[in-house]
Each structure stands twice: as structure tokens, then as C-alpha cells.
């Protein structure tokens, strides 16, 4: 026997456990679903009733889905009233069934019946589907023009969750909402007025039209805020608040951007945002809405002074509903009335510790807000002081705030050193990854500060070595860069240091096991940094770095190993290490890009270093792309200075050949492909070049050894650098270095992705050589790209699959038939925009002659975007030939390959 | 524009939940729990509004109720606090001196009202009087129809 709902609710509420209630419902379901499968309509809506109920507990209520459909369709109206309230309840989840009632509410919709018409609508607009929807857009069109208001109401609701859905049925009530907004009941008219604000949100070209509406709504306006007592639209003395925001809303959207028809608005605007009394809430939101729309649209300044002192009322107010409001809205004013906000600034300021987070919050927008360089010392000193005391997540909204002041707004250098360090001693663990960015950034413009900087947190870390990580971290990046200046000028001025203490500092920290790892790694390039910049202690660091080769950390193993290897070769290690240059602000955010972009754990090292580089200039713009290859070659120039016979500068060569020879419409990005391959070629001509001055015992070996050597160097150099990136530092460092570093920056993406670095670099190796030696299969094509002057360059073509694109695996083939053997042998590839390509190094670098042997060279070439293609390029050539360079570049067309 | 609205008890335990934009089961009890959760530990003279993700929430205590709801943070937060309080009028009349043991027990009809009240999350009808008439109508219309006898819920 089915029980009432009533006794339902009953026996649930009287049941003290859950595990009682559960035994209720499971009891219940059993009777329902027996109901259901008995067809039992009578007791139909009942059961669904209760399934509404349990579905509220949170108990499973999927098999009353479609008996609800079966209650809508009944003829009655009490029926169809539970099924709609089911529909509603139990199936907005399910809309393959939902969308099996969208014929019964079509039916509905036609109903004689207003009630069952407006069931209809209701349940559409809560819940309609996007194909529902759809389906009955032109029901509920037709119901706009419906004799009865209260089903024009509903339709006008129903039609505002259509066009949200279905944007483009918009077009069906752009010209139905005018009379709308003239109907004589409110109710349709705060639909019409909704209806609309929605029409102009989705499609904003009709904005122009509904401007002349502007007139019509001031009037309504008016009347309203003049009516006396309406005793079917008062509110506390207010007539129809509701509709009155609504208008000032949609004069706001009509207003903004037209000085015509924001003048017309004026007088009115006046008139509400000068009235009433900030007692009733309902007085209040006109006010605030009416404010809204003066700092929104073209009003004149007199009238914006007077929204700001009104929302000024608020904020000094006691209702906290107000301040709030007022913060908010003040923020939006603020770019055009920071003047007059001054005045204000005490009371913004107090707000910061108001108890409430919702208010502390918004003060701290406007904070920041009002904030320029006369009053960021103050400003900031006030977000200091609350910091401390501020909830935990809050912490981190302040000091980000904080820091981006710095950047922003610093009156002075040192201010912005001072500031820092107190920022990061009182809430260095709130504070965002990038702050040592913000040092380098400081500290990089010249000696003085980096000097000022370097004794301050030397100092402060001296006071009390128990700061917070982050502390210790930019204190330790900042003493490494800087020891040497730290030195000389605290001698200058007859402070001195002593160097044994910083690195006595420094092994205490480093071997205390309070602090994290990532402390370490930082410490560790502090050591190394230090042993370049100050003379004397290289064999006491050799001893502090010594025990971390068998940390349990892999990343500090890796890198205290590389680092002790590191002082066998002094040049190498005092290059590796130099200070940093002064940063390029426009080339920050690209490369961040740039590095975040970079994953491949596959390719070997030197495609991973092409890759960097490619994807670091594909993804700039040509403008910044020279930017960063100029800068490279910056790095290579010095690097040729000491090391290599470039002939010149690179840049200029690459720049004035192909901009002269070539007229290809890609010039710019074939050059910039070069620039990659080039700049990767004369980073192992720089690297081979270092080692080639080893005494190196395996000389018929060169070329494994040199990759070994290579990947070592690389390896040292994507983990400094990669430590630098994941504090977003080594930006600066990696760019201005060469490529060698660029590159190895690209690679370090963060921590985890140096110790990552270290390992693929080894599988480098392998596969490096391996590819040299194994010959592609004849059946791939193969074709001869180049026969002159005795060289012969034949290209074996091998489809291969990276990540599932297609990509083409090169191996290029160089046979010299003169007697004369070729050197220097550099050969360059670049491809069109939508590829990319990617180089290993050739096998050697010398030709011998009468086809007595061959060198090759393996590349791949990889698609941007899954679209089949023929493979073109551009190759360049160079060598030396009787001790004459040669250099020869052709368009490579015609490939038997497609991929 | 509404997202959600919420009607919960001191204990946090919900009495009417209404969504205006499609939400799995499993969301709506997360976004639920968090939701009240966060309006229950304000302390009574903080403001009525919390940011909370992109949205704003606005809600209101009435005796041992609070009713939330779940809003763009554009919207005018005083105009959702008549919202809620249009509604709890509108109920209170309607029930004559609401209480949650009527929103219980009648949830249908706390439904009926707010759909007349509120649909897809927009404002739908400024005067109580006429909402109130037209719910009256519909409970004649239930109370008078040749099957109520039989219905008996």
C-alpha cells in the first residue's frame, strides 16, 4: 500500500540515522518502481512526488525518468504540474529524454489553458536544451505576441534562454522585443528590458538601432521615480526598484560610447544619483545602479565627481554591504577619476583591514588600483603591514600585489631593493616563483645596486640564517652573481667581508637539512659562481660540492658532478658561469613562451637544441626573432673572439645574403630557419672547438667523444639554466650567453625538466651516432640534390612518425669525387613555415676526396599541422676547398617524397 | 543573471535547490557543500556578498534559513539581495508566516512559487500581488479539478 508523501517526510524526519533513512527510502523505491511497472496511474503522481523528495536526500531516482513524461502528457493540469516539477528535478542530466518531451511542451504550448501554457514555458526556460530550444523558437515567439500577460511574461523569459543557448534565433526577437518594453504590465516589461540587455550582449551591431529606444525609457524612468504610492509596485516607499534597475542597466549598455545619447540621459542620471538617503536597501541599489551607469558613460566630469562622493557616502558608512559596493565601484571609476579618489584614500586604506574578506579583498584591488609613483611607498608599506596578520590565501593576493608594484610603479632603485627584501622576509613563502626575476630585473641596471642588494641580503641572512626558503633562495642567486662586487666594494668602503665567511654561509646552509633541496640546487650555483668570482677557494667549494655527488637527490647529484668536472677546464667554468647581462625587458614574456613550450623527450640532443631554437623564433614575430638571433650571435661573437675562427659575424652574413640573393616571399622566415640551423651548427663548432684543444687520446674517436662532450656540456648548461628558468631568471642568462646557453635554457624547462634534461641528453648519445652509421633501406626514395664541382649530395627519404604527424627522416649523403678532400663541411637546411626541422650533426666535417668516403648527415623534418604536404627546402652548403671557403644555397623542389 | 539558488537551514542541510544552468548531479552536490559551507562560516555583520571562483555569491539569512544565490560579479549585488528578499515576502505571504517545516513539507509549492518568481535565473514579475494571484488560481484550479479527489497526495 503506497503511502503519502506527507508520511514520507514524516517517517524520514522521525528516523535519526542515516542508515534508518536509507532503509526508508530503499523500502519506498521498491514500492515505486513496482508502481511504475504496473502502470499504476494513479497513483502516478504521487510516486513521482516522493521520487522528487528522495531525489532531494541524494538517493539514486533515474528509473522515474520517463514516467515523468508520461505525467506531462496527461490532459490535466494537476498531473502535468507534478511531471514538470519532476522534469525539472530529476532529468536536466538526461537530455536525450528530456529532449522526448519537447513535442508534449509543444502541444503544451498551444494549450487553451493559461496555466498549462505557462508550465510550459517555465519548464522551457529553466531547462530547455540547446535543441528544445531550438525546435520552439517560434512558439515562443508567437506566445510574445499572446493576448495574456502573464504568458507574454514567461515567453519573454523563455525567449532570453533561447538566444543564450541559440544565439542565432536572435534575429527572431529583435524586432518583438520594442512592444515589450511598452506593455502596460511591469512583469512584461522587466522580461522585455531583460530580453534585451541579452539581445545586445549577443549581438552588439544592433546596439545603433535600439539607441532610439533611449527617449522612451527616460520617460519610464521618470515616471517611476516620480509616482507616488503605487500599492502594486511598492517597495518600502519605492515604486518597482526592479524595473527602475533594469532601465538604468540598459541605458547604461545604450549610453556607453555615445556622447548623444548619454547627454540625454544626464538630467535624469542627475536627479536619481543625487536623491535619496542610503537607508533602505531598496534606495540603494538605484543609487548604485545609477552610479554604475554616470562612471559608465560619456558623463561629465561634475557628475562623476558626484557618483564618486556618493559611493565615497558608502564607503565610510557602517554597512559593511555598502563599502563593499562602493570598493567595487570605485575601482571601475578609477582610471578616469583617480583625482578625486585621493581624497578617499585614507578610508580604502582602512578598509585593508576590515574584517571581512570580501571587503579586504576589493580594498586591495583598489589599492593597487589608486596606486602610481608618487604613492607607492606608502601604499605598499600599508599592504606590509597587513600582510602578517592577513588569512593564508590572502597572503599570497598581497604580496603579488606587492611585487607587481615594484616593477610597476618603483620611484627609486633602491626603494625597490628595500622593498623586495622586506616583501620576501615577511612573506617569502606567500610570494610568487618569478620574484627572483624581479631581482635580476633590479638589480641588473648597475653596480651599485647589485652591490646595495648583495650586502643587504648577505647581511640580513648573516642576522639569521632560519628565513624562509624563498629568502634564502634569492639571497643565495643574488650573493652568487654578485660575490665579487660584494667584495671589492665592501673593501671600498672599510666594510669588509670576508670571503671564507660567505662561503661558510653558504656550506651551512647548504648542508643544514631544514632547507629543501631546491635551496640546494641554489646554493650549490652560488658555490660555483663564487669559485669563478672570487680567487682562492676552489678547493675548499671542490670539498663542499664534493658529498653532494652522492646526494640522494638526483638533480643535486647531477649537478654537483657536473660541476666538480667542471673545474678540470677553468675556461670553460669561468664562461659558463659569467654574470649575466643586463635584461631585455621586451624579450621576457617570449621566452618564458618559449621555454614552457619546449617537450620532447625522444630527440636527441642536438634535434632537441634545433627544436628549442626553432620553436623559440618560429613562435616570435620576425622583429623579435632578430632580436633573439642578434642576441645569440652577441653570445657566438664573444665566443669567437676567444675561441673559434668564424670568419665574421654571423648575423651580418646570414642578414645581407639571403635578404640580397634571395626573392623567395619567405624570406624573412627561411632566414630565420637558417638563423636556427646556422646558430645550432656554430654552437658545436664552438663546443668541438673546446674540445679539440683537449688533449684528446682517442682521436680516431672524435666525433663519439665530442658528442659525449658535447651532451656534458649541455647537460651542465641546461641544468644552470634550467635552475635559473624555473625561478623565471634565467632568461637573461641563457639569451645573452650564446647559444650553447640559449639553448640549454630552452631545454631546462624547471627543476624536474633539468633532471629530465640530464638523462635524455645520455640517450642523445646512442641514437646520435647510431643514426650516422645505419644506412636507410633502398626502397625509400632517394634523390641527388646537388652535383657540382666534384661534390655530390644525394638525400635518402625514410617515413617516420613522430606523436602520430607524419615527419620525414633525412639522411643527407656527401661524396667529394676531386682529389682534393673538402673541410669545414656546414650544411643548413630550412623549410617552409608549416614545417620544422630538426639536425643532427654530420658524421664529420671533412670530405675526403676520390669518393673515398662519405659523410652524412641526418635531419628530420617535422609538420606543424597534419596536413599533407610535399617537402621543399632551401639548403645552403658551405666548405672549404684548397683552403677557399665555398658556399653555395639552393631551393631544393620536386622531392619524391609526401608526407 | 542567476546561476543557482540555494535555500539551506543553520545545520547546512538543503531545503530547495533550483539551477538555472545545467549542472551534473555530482557538480551540484560539490558546488552545494562548498557554496554553503562558505556562507555559513561568515560571521553576521560581514557584508552579503562572497567572490568566490568567477561568480559572486549573494545570500541572506532569515532566521534559521539562508537563502543564496549564485551570480555573474557584474550584477548589481543589492538588486540580488530584493531578489532573495521578493521571494521570501512572496512565501511568507504565501504560507502566512513562512517556516522551514513549511518548505519542507511543501516543497512543491515553494517550487511553484519561485517559478513564478524567477525563471532562468531572470527576474520575472515586480508585484507580489499579482505572482501571489496567480499561484492562488493555480492552487484553486488543483484543489477544484475532478481528479484531486483521487490525487491525494
Redesign the interface.
Known amino acids: 500500500m503506497s503511502i503519502k508523501l506527507h508520511d514520507l517526510i514524516t517517517k524520514v524526519r522521525e528516523s535519526s540515522t542515516t542508515s534508518g533513512i536509507r532503509e526508508i527510502i530503499s523500502e519506498e523505491c521498491v514500492q515505486i518502481r513496482n508502481a511504475f511497472r504496473k502502470e499504476d496511474t494513479k497513483n502516478r503522481p504521487r510516486n513521482i512526488s516522493k521520487l522528487i523528495y528522495i531525489d532531494f536526500l541524494g538517493f539514486p531516482t533515474d528509473f522515474g525518468q520517463l514516467e515523468c513524461l508520461k505525467l506531462i502528457a496527461h490532459p490535466s493540469y494537476v498531473c502535468k504540474r507534478i511531471g514538470y516539477l519532476g522534469l525539472s528535478v530529476l532529468l536536466t542530466e538526461n537530455e536525450e529524454v528530456l529532449f522526448m518531451s519537447t513535442n508534449i511542451i509543444r502541444t503544451d504550448l498551444a494549450s487553451e489553458n493559461k496555466f498549462i501554457v505557462a508550465l510550459a514555458l517555465s519548464s522551457l526556460g529553466n531547462i530547455g536544451s540547446v535543441e528544445m530550444l531550438r525546435d520552439l523558437a517560434p512558439e515562443v515567439e508567437k506566445l510574445l505576441k499572446s493576448q495574456t500577460a502573464y504568458i507574454r511574461k514567461k515567453a519573454a523569459l523563455a525567449a532570453i534562454r533561447t538566444i543564450r543557448f541559440v544565439p542565432e534565433t536572435v534575429d527572431r526577437y529583435v524586432g518583438r522585443v520594442k512592444s515589450l518594453l511598452s506593455d502596460k504590465n511591469h512583469g512584461v516589461v522587466v522580461g522585455g528590458l531583460q530580453l534585451l540587455i541579452e539581445i545586445l550582449k549577443i549581438e552588439p551591431k544592433t546596439i545603433s538601432e535600439f539607441r532610439k529606444l533611449v527617449p522612451g525609457l527616460l520617460r519610464m524612468l521618470k515616471s517611476l521615480v516620480d509616482a507616488g504610492y503605487a500599492p502594486e509596485y511598492d517597495f518600502e516607499g519605492v515604486t518597482d526598484p526592479f524595473l527602475q534597475v533594469f532601465i538604468l542597466r540598459l541605458l547604461r549598455i545604450l549610453g556607453k560610447d555615445s556622447k548623444k545619447y548619454s547627454n540625454q540621459m544626464i538630467d535624469l542620471l542627475t536627479q536619481v544619483g543625487t536623491s535619496s538617503g542610503l537607508n533602505k536597501n531598496v534606495e540603494n541599489c538605484i543609487l548604485y545602479e545609477s552610479v554604475s551607469t554616470i562612471l559608465t558613460i560619456e558623463s561629465p566630469n561634475r557628475l562623476r565627481v558626484t557618483a564618486i562622493n556618493t559611493l565615497s557616502k558608502f564607503l565610510s558608512g557602517k554597512d559593511n554591504n555598502m563599502k563593499y559596493i562602493a570598493l567595487n565601484t570605485l575601482l571601475k571609476g578609477v582610471n578616469k577619476d583617480s583625482k578625486s579618489l585621493k581624497r578617499h584614500r585614507k578610508v580604502i586604506v582602512k578598509c585593508l583591514r576590515d574584517k571581512d574578506i570580501s571587503i579586504r579583498r576589493r580594498a586591495l584591488d583598489l589599492v593597487f588600483g589608486i596606486m602610481n609613483k608618487k604613492n607607492v611607498k606608502e601604499l605598499t608599506q600599508e599592504l606590509l603591514d597587513c600582510l602578517p596578520k592577513a588569512e593564508h590565501d590572502f597572503r599570497f593576493d598581497i604580496t603579488a600585489k606587492v611585487c607587481t608594484a615594484i616593477e610597476k610603479f618603483s620611484p627609486d632603485d633602491q626603494w625597490q631593493i628595500d622593498t623586495l627584501v622586506q616583501v620576501l622576509t615577511i612573506g617569502g613563502q606567500y610570494i610568487r616563483d618569478d620574484v627572483i626575476a624581479i631581482m635580476t630585473h633590479v638589480t641588473g641596471r648597475n653596480q651599485e645596486l647589485q652591490y646595495y642588494a648583495s650586502k643587504k641580503l648577505y647581511n640580513s641572512l648573516l642576522d639569521d640564517r632560519y628565513r624562509n626558503q624563498k629568502f634564502i633562495q634569492v639571497a643565495a642567486w643574488v650573493i652568487g652573481e654578485f660575490g665579487d662586487i660584494l667584495l671589492k666594494k665592501s673593501i671600498e668602503e672599510n666594510e669588509s667581508i670576508d670571503p671564507s665567511q660567505i662561503i661558510d654561509l653558504c656550506q651551512i646552509i647548504i648542508t643544514s637539512s631544514r632547507n629543501e633541496d631546491l635551496t640546494k640546487y641554489f646554493i650549490l650555483n652560488t658555490l660555483i659562481k663564487l669559485s669563478t668570482r672570487i680567487e682562492g677557494f676552489n678547493e675548499t667549494i671542490k670539498e663542499i660540492i664534493k658529498p653532494f655527488m652522492k646526494h640522494v637527490n638526483i638533480e643535486i647529484q647531477q649537478r654537483a658532478c657536473e660541476y666538480f668536472r667542471l673545474f678540470e677546464d677553468k675556461e670553460l667554468l669561468v664562461f659558463s658561469f659569467d654574470r649575466i647581462p643586463v635584461k631585455d625587458d621586451n624579450m621576457e614574456a617570449q621566452e618564458i613562451e618559449t621555454v614552457q613550450e619546449t617537450t620532447n623527450e625522444n630527440s636527441t640532443k642536438n634535434t632537441k637544441v634545433q627544436e628549442n631554437i626553432n620553436q623559440q623564433l618560429s613562435h616570435n614575430d620576425n622583429q623579435k626573432s632578430q632580436g633573439t638571433g642578434m642576441k645569440i650571435m652577441g653570445g657566438n661573437n664573444v665566443i669567437t673572439q676567444n675561441k673559434t675562427q668564424q670568419p665574421s659575424s654571423i648575423e651580418n652574413l646570414l642578414q645581407l645574403d639571403f635578404n640580397s640573393n634571395n626573392n623567395n616571399q619567405n624570406v624573412n622566415k627561411q632566414t630565420t630557419n637558417i638563423q636556427n640551423t646556422q646558430s645550432n651548427q656554430s654552437t658545436e663548432d664552438f663546443l668541438s672547438d673546446i674540445f679539440g684543444t683537449n688533449n684528446n687520446p682517442n682521436s680516431n674517436n672524435t666525433q663519439n667523444v665530442q658528442n659525449t662532450k658535447i651532451q656534458n656540456v649541455m647537460g651542465i648548461l641546461g641544468t644552470e639554466n634550467g635552475m635559473g628558468t624555473g625561478t623565471g631568471m634565467g632568461r637573461g642568462t641563457g639569451m645573452g650567453r650564446g647559444t650553447g646557453m640559449g639553448t640549454g635554457m630552452g631545454m631546462g624547462r624547471g627543476m624536474g625538466m633539468g633532471t629530465g634534461m640530464g638523462t635524455g641528453m645520455g640517450r642523445g648519445t646512442g641514437m646520435g651516432t647510431g643514426r650516422g652509421n645505419v644506412n636507410t633501406p633502398k626502397k625509400n626514395p632517394s634523390a641527388i640534390i646537388y652535383n657540382q664541382d666534384g661534390l655530390k649530395i644525394q638525400m635518402n627519404f625514410k617515413l617516420v612518425s613522430v606523436n602520430g604527424i607524419p615527419a620525414a627522416m633525412v639522411q643527407t649523403i656527401f661524396t667529394n669525387s676531386t682529389p682534393t678532400p673538402m673541410t669545414n663541411l656546414i650544411f643548413q637546411v630550412a623549410v617552409p613555415k608549416h614545417l620544422q626541422v630538426q639536425m643532427a650533426p654530420p658524421s664529420s666535417k671533412i670530405i675526403p676526396g676520390n669518393n673515398t668516403g662519405k659523410v652524412t648527415q641526418t635531419f628530420r623534418v617535422i609538420k606543424k599541422q597534419n596536413i599533407k604536404t610535399k617537402l621543399t627546402m632551401m639548403t645552403r652548403i658551405q666548405y672549404k676547398f684548397n683552403g677557399m671557403p665555398v658556399s653555395k644555397q639552393q631551393e631544393v623542389k620536386n622531392l619524391p617524397l609526401i608526407f | 543573471m542567476i546561476y543557482f539558488l540555494l535555500l539551506a537551514n543553520k545545520q547546512g542541510k538543503?531545503r530547495l535547490s533550483?539551477?538555472?544552468q545545467?549542472?551534473?548531479?555530482k557538480q551540484k552536490?560539490k558546488l552545494q557543500k562548498e557554496v554553503v559551507s562558505l556562507c555559513l562560516s561568515?560571521?553576521q555583520?560581514?557584508?552579503?556578498?562572497?567572490?568566490w571562483n568567477d561568480y559572486k555569491i549573494i545570500y541572506r539569512r532569515y532566521a534559521s534559513l539562508y537563502f543564496m544565490i549564485c551570480c555573474d560579479t557584474e550584477d548589481?549585488?543589492?538588486?540580488g539581495?530584493?531578489?532573495i528578499?521578493?521571494f521570501v515576502e512572496i512565501l511568507d505571504k504565501y504560507f502566512g508566516s513562512v517556516c522551514e517545516l513549511d518548505i519542507?513539507?511543501n516543497?512543491?509549492k515553494a517550487?511553484?512559487v519561485l517559478?513564478e518568481v524567477i525563471?532562468?535565473g531572470?527576474?520575472?514579475?515586480?508585484?507580489k500581488?499579482?505572482i501571489l494571484r496567480?499561484v492562488g488560481?493555480?492552487d484553486f484550479?488543483?484543489l477544484n479539478?475532478?481528479?484531486?479527489g483521487?490525487?491525494?497526495?
Open positions: 538543503i533550483k539551477w538555472y545545467n549542472f551534473t548531479k552536490t561568515r560571521s555583520r560581514s557584508c552579503n556578498f562572497i567572490e548589481n549585488e543589492l538588486i539581495l530584493e531578489i528578499h521578493h519542507i513539507f516543497f512543491q517550487y511553484n517559478d525563471i532562468d531572470k527576474l520575472q514579475d515586480s508585484s500581488k499579482s496567480s488560481t493555480q484550479l488543483i479539478a475532478p481528479e484531486t483521487t490525487l491525494n497526495l
